[in-house]
Structure formats: C-alpha cells, structure tokens
C-alpha cells in the first residue's frame, strides 16, 4: 500500500523568500509523483507532476520539485513567494500500473498550509 | 476546452436522505475519478470509471456508489446519509500522458448533512 507524509502541516513564510514544501512517500513499486495546490472553497489545480525522465521538474506558478528515490522523497520549492502562492498544497503518489489502461488511483499527502506573509 | 464541472456547488440534505451529485470531464477524458475531502481524513479515493465500468473502489461503504454514462459524465450517490458523510466530493478525470497520467479537478460539491 502507498503512503505519502506531509512533514509540515503550516508554513510561514515572508513575501519574496524562498520555500520548500517537503513530501516523502512509501510504495513497493515504482510511482507517479504530482503536487496540487488547493484555494479556498475550490478544487485541486495540477501544479506539477513527475511521470518519468528527469528528476527535476518544473511546474507552474515559478514551482518546481525534485524526485528523489534513494530518499523516496518529492519537496516541492519556490525561490520567491508572492502573496497569492497563500494556499494549501498537497502531494500525492499512484503507482506505476503493470498494464496500461489499469485504474488511476492517487494517494494524497494530509497537506501543508503555506502562509506568504507581507 | 472547458474544465471539469460539477453540480451542483452547494447541497444540504438531512440524515437518512440520499444524494447524487454529477460530474462531466474534459471533453474527451474517459476516466472519471471520485474524492472525498474533510478536515478530519483529508482526501480519500472512492472510485473510478472508465467506459462506463468502475475499475477501482476506495475504501467505502456500500451507501457510496457511482456511474458512468456513454458521454463519460458520472454521478455519485450516496445513500441513507449519516453526519460524517459532509464533506467537499470533488471530481476528476484523467488523460494518458505518456506512460503516465494528468488528473484534473472539478471545483467539488460541498456537501452538508444536519
């Protein structure tokens, strides 16, 4: 079974510095990684995600994350916050199917609350 | 093209009712995906359909079921419903990229039950 572990539940951060949300995961098999970002009283808006290829993956918004396997992790980094990056976000993990076409199922972190403050 | 949307936004229902909720995909999109969001479990699967056919189920009981017609669109019902099923239902249908694929989100129902 998947598992993915938000280590922050809030992150404050001043306007114009740089964050990192951090995400670790746990599966058997090869994933999926990805990371939305989530606004109050809306739904889940796909920042990036991590299919295969190069570890560092660039996303919207000036985000970026980087898939680390030896450490099964996935933070997510911004070099410059802006105050409207103030949402929650969350990672989340799916496994690589066996098959193609098999079911798409994606196991989400508990979220990390970031804060841009003035 | 237009993203997911669901309907409608904001439901209030008294215990022991049932509700269904609806979901149309990206024009195209053929897996339509079900989640559950409260503050206590975060977000959990439900389940998905693909072709009409539910190809994979989450963790519910049997009061949780959905469908998924010709045209893709799905619904979710939910049966004889209890306190804790309030909660936001979001939606989400996927497209292959690659090996992979993208999950796209509706803006969810918010659910309330008294």
């Known amino acids: 079974a998947q598992s993915v572990t938000q280590l922050d539940s809030q992150v404050p951060v001043f306007e114009e510095a740089p964050v990192e949300l951090r995400c670790n995961y746990s599966?058997?098999?090869?994933?999926?990684l990805f990371w939305y970002v989530q606004y109050p009283n809306q739904g889940l808006q796909l920042l990036l995600k991590?299919?295969?290829?190069?570890?560092l993956v660039k996303g919207i918004n000036g985000f970026e994350a980087e898939f680390n396997k030896s450490q099964t992790s996935f933070h997510l980094r911004k070099p410059s916050v802006h105050i409207s990056d103030t949402a929650e976000y969350f990672c989340?993990?799916?496994?690589?199917?066996?098959?193609?076409?098999?079911?798409?199922?994606?196991?989400f972190g508990s979220g990390t609350q970031l804060t841009v403050l003035p | 093209k237009a993203g997911v949307t669901q309907t409608p936004r904001y439901l209030i229902k008294t215990r022991g009712q049932q509700v269904t909720l609806s979901c149309s995909p990206i024009?195209?999109?053929?897996?339509v995906s079900w989640y559950q969001q409260t503050p206590g479990q975060g977000l959990q699967f439900l389940f998905e359909?693909?072709?009409?056919?539910?190809?994979n189920k989450g963790n519910f009981p049997g009061r949780f079921s959905g469908r998924q017609f010709s045209n893709s669109r799905s619904e979710m019902n939910v049966s004889t419903l209890e306190l804790g099923d309030s909660a936001l239902y979001l939606c989400?249908?996927?497209?292959?990229?690659?090996?992979?694929?993208?999950?796209?989100f509706g803006p969810g129902t918010r659910l309330t039950v008294t």
């Open positions: 989400a249908s996927s497209i292959q990229q690659g090996a992979g694929f993208e999950q796209y």
């Open positions: 599966s058997s098999v090869s994933v999926y």
């Open positions: 991590y299919l295969s290829g190069s570890t």
């Open positions: 989340a993990v799916s496994d690589q199917p066996r098959l193609s076409g098999s079911a798409r199922q994606l196991t």
């Open positions: 024009s195209g999109h053929r897996s």
């Open positions: 359909y693909f072709s009409e056919t539910q190809r």
